[in-house]
């Protein structure tokens, strides 16, 4: 276990995944924290509803310390996380509820405990290897998916709207042609009671 300082004092009210809480301090400021250098699959994610559970098991209800290391893009603290004598962080990884985030990683033991859980098959590491996706690398695939998709709806607008506009054209055109017959012809006259 780390050494602690700076500690912020705080009891659990949310858990969104495994590797994220919600908790209101003593002050009755409520705070998002990112467990530092773990990540969990994401919910949607096989293993992301197990690795939610394991972390709620762990700190749901309960009082637990934050010693921040960063803030991330989002404005979550993130930190090493302790209920009692219990490092979360570290739980999380060691019993295959979680992944070591390796862009991200601070604590050079979790290695070792990831691949410990690895081979004793725990958590995540039960699953077969075709399900098993880092989730750095699965929000990634995501983020390709929703550009393509959106890729695709642009063209398909694009491509009606030019389809739309040359069917208006048209019946524009036809419009046009069909008062001018009648004009010339002196029926335009007839139609307008003149």
Known sequence: MSTKKNLLEAKVTHVSDGDTLKANCDNGLTITVRLD????????????????????????????????????????????????????????????????????????????????AQQAKLGLWALPKAKRMPPWEWRKLQKEKSEAIQAVKEMNKKSSTSWLSWVLGIIGVGAVAGVGYLWFTGQLSQLLGG
């Open 37 to 116: 250098s773990i990540d969990a699959p994401e919910k949607a994610q096989p293993y992301g509803a197990e690795a939610k559970e394991a972390l709620a098991t762990l700190v749901l209800n309960k009082d637990i310390k934050i010693e921040q290391t960063a803030q991330d893009r989002y404005g979550r603290i993130v930190g090493k996380v302790y209920r009692g004598r219990t490092y979360v962080n570290e739980e999380m990884v060691k019993n295959g509820h979680a992944w070591v985030y390796q862009q991200y990683a601070n604590e050079p033991t979790f290695a070792k405990l990831e691949e410990k």
